[in-house]
């Protein structure tokens, strides 16, 4: 896969994306939306066997937000965010497989966004997190205002939105915004073990898990106990589901809990 504005990498059963416009701190353009949205359609429809996928930035910066350079319809108007931003923040939401958002340096505005599609979040020691909307009158875009606050809450969201406030990676950590801040120079290593877990997870399970949290945004505590009723018997059936359980069943029996689902509380 060759892009203009983005780089792709294999590494096992994980892809790598990497927002390629270091000199703007990676702002989304019409040709970087594109190409990521492509990246994207591509590692879901034509490899499934890469079952995670990292999204990080080149150079200094994870993305910006929306370069403001680009004409005023990419970045305000409905078809720019309609056909520009929304479909990524769709599929990474939607994809059927883990997504690692690598926070390396700032991610601001729509790069926010970006950011919170992800299933988790490992930032850089150096990531900056800011919203930048309402600084310049404007309303959060991307599926920030579906996203943020169910990270973080509401009433956070709102001050942390409205305020322009920048927060640095220990306090993204503080607020549930991130899942763990690591070494800047460490940051991708961390994100390829984390990713590699997530994709040697056996069978349907992680689609199906992304599938019920986002269903539990919309639906009753009925309707998803149906949804986990109606789902498990398809994710027991998965051929590649068996041999897991056997492994974990025989490591159990033979007194190993190295793999086993529920390691003892003290660590022993």
Request: aromatic share 4%; glycine share 10%.
């Amino acid at each position: 896969m060759s892009y203009e504005n983005v780089e792709v990498e294999r590494v096992e059963h994980v892809g790598v994306i990497r927002l390629n416009r270091p000199k703007v701190l990676n702002a989304l353009s019409p040709g970087l939306c594109l190409d990521l949205n492509d990246a994207l359609d591509e590692l879901e429809a034509g490899f499934p066997d890469i079952r995670a996928i990292i999204v990080t930035g080149n150079g200094r910066g994870f993305c910006a937000g929306a370069d403001l350079k680009s004409p005023p319809g990419h970045t305000q108007g409905p078809t720019g965010l309609q056909h520009g931003y929304n479909p990524h923040v769709l599929s990474l939401v939607s994809l059927g497989k883990a997504v690692v958002c690598a926070v390396n340096g700032a991610a601001a505005g729509s790069g926010l966004a970006l950011a919170c599609a992800g299933d988790i979040r490992i930032a850089a020691d150096n990531a900056v997190f800011a919203s930048g909307f309402a600084r310049i009158g404007l309303i959060p875009d991307a599926g920030t205002s579906f996203l943020l606050p169910r990270l973080i809450g509401y009433s956070r969201a709102f001050d942390f939105l409205c305020s322009g406030e920048k927060i640095d990676a220990q306090r993204a950590l503080e607020w549930g915004l991130v899942n763990d801040v690591v070494p800047a120079d460490k940051l991708l290593s961390c994100a390829l073990e984390r990713a590699h877990r997530f994709a040697d997870v056996p069978g349907a399970a992680i689609e199906m898990t992304k599938h019920l949290l986002t269903r539990a945004h919309s639906g009753t505590l009925p309707e998803l106990l149906d949804e986990e009723a109606r789902w498990q018997p398809v994710v027991i059936d998965h051929p590649s589901r068996a041999a897991a359980r056997a492994k974990v069943v025989a490591q159990l029996s033979a007194g190993s809990s190295a793999d086993a689902p529920c390691p003892p509380a003290n660590g022993s």
